[in-house]
């Protein structure tokens, strides 16, 4: 590449600046690997595409150190790092791999013993899967062609890579330190930014991999090296590392078409008592969920209109995580009871349930969910089992049940339950003559990543298109079911795709209670999952990147919002247990 071509690249690459979010495989690069309990294995184990090797010529030996003084006997190049990849090569287990050999001792000195050492591995001089690159302590550039071909060089200045031959320069790398104090938390301060970007697309537009060395080794340091277009990321905990910019990429997610939201009217009466009750579920649906989808969709949610709000505690009777079985039967029955039991107290006893309560005093009640009709959320509102996967009696509880009509997933079942429940489609579905099942899957419903499209929003509308066309009172059960899968699966995408959909069916519930006037909706979860966080991202870009504490539920309290007559008394900090009994008692119902 001649001269002037190289001024061009790099000018352009100034000018353009890098990617906002580049893309993986991310790869990592093993600092002063020689400090590690076990060098060379736990970074080659742990996936690092480059292990740096500290070197020192002394004695007629290549000694594996960073200091003179701290030479151990044994402890050579040969031993630690190329006999082992040797035995690989041979045995053909060998993946791709860099060698940044960092002279620690004079470069020309050191450098010819290197390379009569290397000749000894001819399997790995052949294989070409390692490549050899000097850093540290090296030759002047005009030197770098006088040596053999498996010999590369790690050059370390910005300031001449149009001026010099690239032909033998596999890597640049500068000091991190040189553009930016920041230590790895929080975030660079903009001037220092874009020195970093500058130095990044000034090496990248030479056509080299770059590196920094001396920068943060921390999770926000990894990311944001990595999406700023950094090749290979400096660590010392390579596996760490590696396993977390593996996921990068998939915790990351950038909506692309924010979607529209409503604006509650406010326009009810606050302290006249309600008619109906729209009791809204997101299952695994914690703050930070509900977070990261406002940043997704620009900082707007229809959620986020609300004014009235509460946080809830979710511990079971046995347990301070709960299952969605026990948190479930808290909201649906106002008793806490053990992990697993649907609808039945830590002694074994029935519980009466909303759908119960508030059928006997001529209120409608239906269920809208994406999970299956017998998944452990909605079998609480009408099922008393002590175990959440006893499909056959909560199928059996819900044929028993008053329960008036359903659109969920579960049509498995449909034989054991069209005796009782008339089967109809959506459209088809038009009065409460019959107990209609609806329903959306044989288990659960589609997630959205698969397809669900607007069943959920549009299946609470035309729940209460239903039941507001009844002078009789009703309670509507929704849930969101699926919020929760994408927690399980540590999945940032699922979690806001379905999020956004819960958000589309809140919308759907609060137009009917405007409305109406005379509709209490409350908004809740069941519990938190995972322990999502938001660790970065862009709200104009509509960008959230997620990490997660678990797989599993958490024990973080979960917001509640309300809306319409009575939704002060939501307010505050209480057990899930307080639901039940605030919902009967803005009823006026004891």
Not at 55 to 65: G, I, K, N, Q
Not at 79 to 108: F, T, V
Not at 245 to 257: A, G, H, M, Q, Y
Request: glycine share 10%; proline share 4%.
């Amino acid at each position: 590449m001649g001269n002037c071509m190289r001024s061009l690249f790099i000018v352009a690459a100034l000018l353009l600046g890098p990617a906002l979010w580049a893309q993986g495989p991310y790869k990592v690069h093993s600092h002063n690997d020689y400090a590690q309990q076990v060098p060379f294995w736990l970074a080659y184990s742990g996936g690092a595409a480059s292990i740096e090797v500290d070197l020192f010529y002394e004695r007629d030996s290549l000694f594996v150190t960073h200091e003179k003084a701290e030479i151990q006997a044994g402890k050579t190049l040969e031993k630690l790092y190329l006999d082992p990849l040797d035995g690989l090569q041979k045995s053909g287990a060998l993946r791709e791999i860099q060698l940044l050999i960092d002279l620690k001792s004079e470069a020309y000195a050191t450098l010819d013993p290197l390379v009569t050492a290397l000749r000894g591995y001819p399997n790995l001089l052949q294989g070409k899967m390692v490549k050899f690159i000097i850093s540290g302590s090296r030759p002047v550039p005009g030197d770098y062609g006088k040596y053999p071909e498996f010999i590369q060089f790690d050059h370390q200045n910005l300031g001449d890579l149009d001026q010099i031959d690239l032909a033998k320069v596999a890597l640049v790398s500068v000091n991190f330190k040189d553009f930016t104090v920041w230590n790895g938390y929080g975030r660079m301060v903009e001037a220092e930014r874009r020195a970093v970007e500058a130095a990044i697309q000034k090496a990248k537009a030479s056509g080299k991999p770059f590196r920094f060395w001396a920068s943060p080794d921390t999770k926000t340091a990894w990311a944001r090296l990595a999406q700023l277009g950094v090749d290979f990321i400096n660590t010392d905990r390579p596996a760490r590392a590696k396993a977390y910019l593996d996921l990068l990429d998939k915790n990351t997610f950038t909506l692309e078409s924010p979607q529209e939201t409503y604006r509650p009217k406010f326009a009810h009466k606050s302290k006249s008592r309600p008619k109906n009750v729209i009791l809204m579920i997101g299952d695994g649906n914690g703050l930070a969920q509900i977070s990261a989808t406002m940043i997704a969709n620009r900082g707007k949610l229809t959620l986020g209109h609300l004014r009235n709000l509460g946080l809830i505690n979710t511990s079971s009777a046995d347990d301070l995580i709960t299952d969605s079985a026990a948190a479930g039967t808290a909201l649906a029955t106002g008793i806490k009871t053990n992990n697993r039991a649907i609808g039945q107290g830590p002694g074994g006893q029935d519980l009466h349930t909303l759908v119960e309560a508030l059928g006997t005093q001529g209120f409608n009640t239906a269920i809208v969910t994406t999970d299956a009709i017998f998944g452990a959320t909605p079998a609480s509102f009408f099922a008393n089992r002590t175990e959440r996967d006893d499909t056959p009696g909560l199928v059996a509880d819900l044929v028993d049940s008053g329960l008036d009509f359903f659109i969920a997933g579960g049509k498995g079942q449909e034989e054991k339950i069209k005796g009782t429940f008339v089967t109809k489609t959506l459209d088809g579905l038009g009065d409460l003559d019959q107990r209609t099942a609806v329903y959306l899957g044989e288990e659960k419903a589609p997630s959205m990543e698969r397809g669900r499209g607007d069943a959920l929003p549009q299946g609470v509308k035309k729940a209460l298109e239903v039941l507001g066309s009844d002078k009789a009172p009703f309670l509507l059960v929704v849930e969101a079911a699926q919020i929760d899968n994408g927690g399980h699966a540590n999945n940032t995408s699922g979690i806001i795709r379905e999020m956004l959909d819960f958000d589309r069916a809140i919308a759907e519930a609060l137009k009917f209670a405007d409305a109406d006037g005379n509709t209490l909706v409350v908004i809740t979860a069941d519990h938190e999952t995972s322990g999502f966080g938001i660790v970065g991202g862009d709200r104009a870009q509509g960008t959230v990147q997620g990490d997660f504490l678990t797989v599993d539920h958490s024990a973080i309290m979960v917001p509640l919002f309300a809306y319409g007559p009575q939704a002060e008394s939501f307010n505050g900090i209480y057990e899930n247990t307080a639901v039940f009994s605030k919902i009967l008692e803005a009823l006026k119902i004891r």
